[in-house]
């Protein structure tokens, strides 16, 4: 008899709490998930419910002062909330990646698309810039951008809004990670891009087997997406 797999990342009893103001205040209690190869789990809850709280934590983007953190996010046999910064460092882009909501925040404006999304290459591989160029433009084209080679040397303002969220999914799946965060990246576009955004996430997390975690307050994005959802309300999973 075949063993189920095992999770590829293991959230247990995540507490998070900010020292920042006169009176601490939990953002996140108890917060439990099991996320496995190739599967999509949506995070929903409205604003301030600490969906992406729980997302930053898992992407080892909480800082290190005024914040308490409790629990464990084990993945790869780590635990991602007290390693070493060393080992954080090695997954982070690597295995694990995070798209944001909004890309012109997210991307340098000084810099080119390409020497952008080239970056995680040159962190974590010792592939030649030529081999570099190669796999960037590659990505571009998995992501269903036009004219990939033209779009490496352009800059963010130089594209639209849809056009920058696929750079940063491109951006975030070019090491192919195991896992992908995606933390609320349709808000701000219109219906006809969501609805090509989500096909593209289905079509990579099909072809490329990465698990994705789906954080949104759309719960019809979730609908179309996902095959598990939490809820958050308040900090609590409801």
């Keep these: 008899m075949n063993e189920p797999p095992a999770p590829v990342l293991s959230v247990r009893d995540l507490n998070i709490e900010f020292h920042d103001h006169l009176i601490p205040e939990t953002v996140v209690y108890d917060f439990n998930l099991e996320l496995y190869p190739g599967e999509i789990v949506g995070i929903v809850g409205e604003s301030g ?11 080892g983007l ?6 308490k953190k409790s629990g464990e996010i084990i993945f790869d046999g780590y635990n991602l909330l007290n390693c070493p910064r060393s080992i954080l460092r090695k997954y982070q882009g690597k295995d694990i990646s995070i798209v944001f909501q ?22 974590h591989t010792t592939l030649s810039r ?9 990505m571009l084209r998995d992501v269903e951008l036009p004219d990939p080679e033209r779009v490496c040397r352009q800059y963010p ?15 975030a799946m070019i090491c192919e990670p195991k896992i992908l965060i995606a933390d609320e990246i349709t808000t701000a ?22 698990a994705i975690l789906f954080i949104s307050h759309d719960l019809s994005l979730v609908k179309q997406l996902c095959g598990r ?3 958050l309300k308040g900090g609590y999973i409801v």
Excluded at 102 to 123: C, D, F, H, S, Y
């Design 189 to 210: 576009l219109d219906v006809i891009i969501q609805s090509q955004i989500i096909e593209l996430l289905k079509r990579l997390n099909r072809e490329r087997k990465t």
């Design 102 to 123: 909004e890309p012109m925040t997210a991307l340098n404006p000084v810099k080119r698309i390409g020497w952008q999304i080239e970056e995680t290459l040159r962190i």
């Design 49 to 59: 419910s600490g969906k992406s709280m729980c997302a930053l934590a898992v992407a």
């Design 62 to 67: 909480l800082r290190r002062q005024d914040m």
């Design 157 to 171: 303002h130089e594209l639209s809004g849809g056009m920058r969220q696929r750079v940063m999914i491109a951006m």
């Design 229 to 231: 959802v939490i809820v």
């Design 130 to 138: 030529a081999e570099c160029y190669e796999k960037v433009v590659k």
